[in-house]
Nanobody, 113 residues
Framework: QVQLQESGGGLVQPGGSLRLSCAASGSSFSSHQMAWYRQAPGKQREFVAEATSYGTTNYANSMKGRFTISRDNAKNTVSLQMNSLKPEDTAVYYC???????WGQGTQVTVSS
């Protein structure tokens, strides 16, 4: 089992930026496919972005150009840089280890003036 701990959430004004981080336990992080998901109130959890062990990235269409996922295998971390934030980006953001099926507890992001 992999332990995942997110950080970096908070309150930001529309148009602002936040950087989320996810720290993972374990020694084989570099071989794991990692992703970010989010869940807004009253909605289903949705895919945000993926960073594969091969160095490729994938994004949900609504996040392309605004969000950037990256990983640091030396530090066992995966990050999500979020720019040009909108009120509809308000959600709990979750880190997911696709390879093991493990989830973090989530970090709240609120975009509001």
């Amino acid at each position: 089992q992999v332990q995942l701990q997110e950080s970096g959430g908070g309150l930001v004004q529309p148009g602002g930026s936040l950087r989320l981080s996810c720290a993972a336990s374990g020694s084989s992080f570099s071989s794991h496919q990692m992703a970010w998901y989010r869940q807004a109130p009253g909605k289903q959890r949705e895919f945000v972005a993926e960073a594969t062990s091969y160095g490729t990235t994938n994004y949900a269409n609504s996040m392309k150009g605004r969000f950037t996922i990256s990983r640091d295998n030396a530090k066992n971390t995966v990050s999500l840089q979020m720019n040009s934030l909108k009120p509809e980006d308000t959600a709990v953001y979750y880190c997911n280890d696709i390879s093991t099926g493990d989830w973090g507890q989530g970090t709240q992001v609120t975009v509001s003036s």
